[in-house]
């Protein structure tokens, strides 16, 4: 039987304590160094390395198109220079968003009263509509800088989880990815060394924007649109699950194809083989993903009574019990197949059996946004836009 993967759940390790003899205690710098590395907090491993990209590199200016709700005196990273700054992000529209001003608040408070110190909260474009009505009445303790573009929040590294860049007083991002406890002790230490204006931050490499240039056509509209509605052409739905049966799949630069079906679907489970096919035909630029609307208990009974098991998928899967992104297109019969761009725009849709190995290869090939190597690391001081043309 399968095994239900939660998002939801982290493990905890507990830490291993060795002794050291004596004669080989370690040094200072070394003692240092394994205090830094306990500050950051848990982040999945695409997201540490797009914020950790920036390190040593000349923190971003803030865009004009950036929203303030309560700007601070020294608007601009130039005129913040000779401070500690910490930028925040986070967004209203989720429960673990919403409690970051707070616990900012709370970890930060002494330090944040230095003027030696800012502290600048940048709302992700994660209902960034909502932002104003939420600080009327939760009134953070920070200055706010709305980022509805996500412009800003590509270029600091930062994607829909909450994570903090510190920057040190020559304007250089030092460290990304704190836990509050962490973001304290980093800003602590960067205080104790002297502002030297005569130190500059290594300014970043310039984008290289010849990824952004459309490699061709995508292919025409034409055809069936299948048993929902016709959304061709057009944004996609948010993409949402309520758990994971395998584990969450890296769709970074990479086509979508969104199968909608149930355990006790005839024609879903027929539709399997040639979804395998598919995802192993084009794994590495594609990335398939079985939704069911049915509850934990109905799915894992299906799946036992159609003697499935892990090995009989060769895509991720997950259940959605609410139905939103299948209410979104208003499926009305299923399995029903659509296929995203990198830019979140369906470029197909329809019945499984009527997507070939052609069509998916047309939509690569004209997707400016595939990624050329997946398994790519982030590059030092490029971190990889992912709000840039995501629809919200």
């Known amino acids: 039987m399968l095994q239900l993967l939660s998002t939801a759940i982290l493990i905890s390790l507990p830490s291993l304590s060795l002794a050291v003899p004596t004669a080989m205690a370690p040094s200072a710098s070394m003692v240092e160094l394994q205090d ?4 950051k907090g848990r982040l999945p491993g695409p997201d540490r390395a797009a914020a950790e990209a920036g390190i040593g590199f000349e923190a971003p200016a803030f865009p004009e198109e950036l929203t303030w709700i309560g700007r601070p005196a020294a608007v601009s990273m130039e005129k913040l220079r000779g401070k500690v700054v910490v930028l925040q992000t986070w967004t209203c529209g989720t429960s673990l968003g919403r409690g970051i001003p707070k616990n900012l608040d709370r970890s930060l408070k002494d330090l944040a009263e230095r003027e030696d110190v800012e502290v600048i909260l940048i709302h992700t474009p994660q209902d960034a509509e909502k932002s104003a009505h939420f600080c009327s009445r939760a009134k953070p303790a920070f200055p706010i800088a709305v980022d509805a573009s996500g412009s800003f929040c590509d270029q600091l590294g930062a994607f829909k989880l909450p994570v903090n860049i510190i920057v040190d007083r020559s304007g250089t991002v030092r ?6 406890r962490g973001a304290a002790s980093a800003v602590e230490h960067l205080l104790t060394i002297p502002y030297d204006p005569t130190v500059k931050p290594e300014p970043r490499p310039t984008p290289d924007v010849s990824a952004a240039t459309p490699r061709g056509n995508y292919p025409p509209i034409t055809g069936n649109p299948g048993a929902a509605s016709d959304l061709r052409g057009r944004s996609a739905p948010p993409f949402v699950v309520d758990r994971w049966i395998s584990a969450e799949p890296d769709a970074r ?14 024609p879903c489970i027929q539709a399997i083989p040639h979804m395998n096919e598919l995802a192993d035909q084009f794994r590495g630029k594609v990335e398939c993903v079985g939704i069911s609307d049915e509850s934990k208990s109905a799915f894992e009974a299906g799946i036992e009574k159609k003697n499935l098991k892990d090995s009989s998928f060769r895509y991720a899967l997950a259940l959605d019990p609410k139905g939103r992104m299948k209410s979104a297109f208003n499926v ?3 399995p029903f197949v659509a296929v995203m761009s990198t830019d ?21 090939a004209a997707d400016p946004g595939i990624s050329s190597n997946t398994s790519k690391v982030t590059a030092p001081g490029t971190p990889p836009a992912r709000w840039a043309g995501q629809k919200r």
């Not at 460290?175 to 509050?180: S, W």
């Not at 630069?253 to 005839?266: E, Q, S, Y």
């Not at 329809?350 to 998916?360: A, C, D, V």
């Open 332 to 334: 009305r019969g299923i």
């Open 36 to 39: 830094e590395s306990s500050w």
């Open 344 to 364: 979140w725009v369906v470029r197909w849709q329809g019945h499984p059996s009527s997507l070939t190995s052609s069509i998916i290869a047309s939509i690569i």
């Open 253 to 266: 630069g990479k086509i979508a194809i969104i199968d909608f079906w149930a355990t006790w679907c005839g």
């Open 175 to 180: 460290y990304a990815g704190l836990t509050d």
